[in-house]
């Protein structure tokens, strides 16, 4: 499987991904570590990758998604953006709905 598939089907296997710098309880960016906080925040667990860690998706995930930068949230399989997207949606209230919809979906299908 090649990365771009490998992208794929971890961002369509996954209600809820960050892709960020470290991991939530270890950010490595402030970017990174504030997006973390917001989507915790909303009280629904989610899958996150480290691109730190993984070279292969730091590098090819700006391609798939035509997002420059790094966090990236996808929720169902949607890009939702990056920090600035995110804690602006979290400030609005609707993040908290979008995860939940998400977890709640995601839960449904797993019973």
Not at 12 to 31: D, H, R, T, V
Not at 39 to 49: I, K, L, N, P
Not at 72 to 83: I, R
């Amino acid at each position: 499987m090649d990365i771009l598939e490998q992208l794929r089907e971890q961002i369509e296997s996954n209600a809820i991904i960050l892709y960020m710098k470290g991991s939530p309880e270890a950010p490595q960016c402030g970017f990174s570590m504030r997006t973390a906080q917001a989507v915790m925040a909303c009280g629904a667990r989610f899958a996150y990758v480290d691109v730190l860690a993984n070279p292969e998706v730091r590098a090819n995930l700006p391609k798939y998604a035509n997002w420059p930068t790094f966090p990236q949230l996808y929720v169902q399989g949607e890009l939702v953006g990056g920090c600035d997207i995110v804690l602006d949606l979290y400030e609005k209230g609707e993040l908290k709905a979008l995860i939940e919809s998400a977890a709640a979906a995601q839960d449904g299908a797993a019973d």
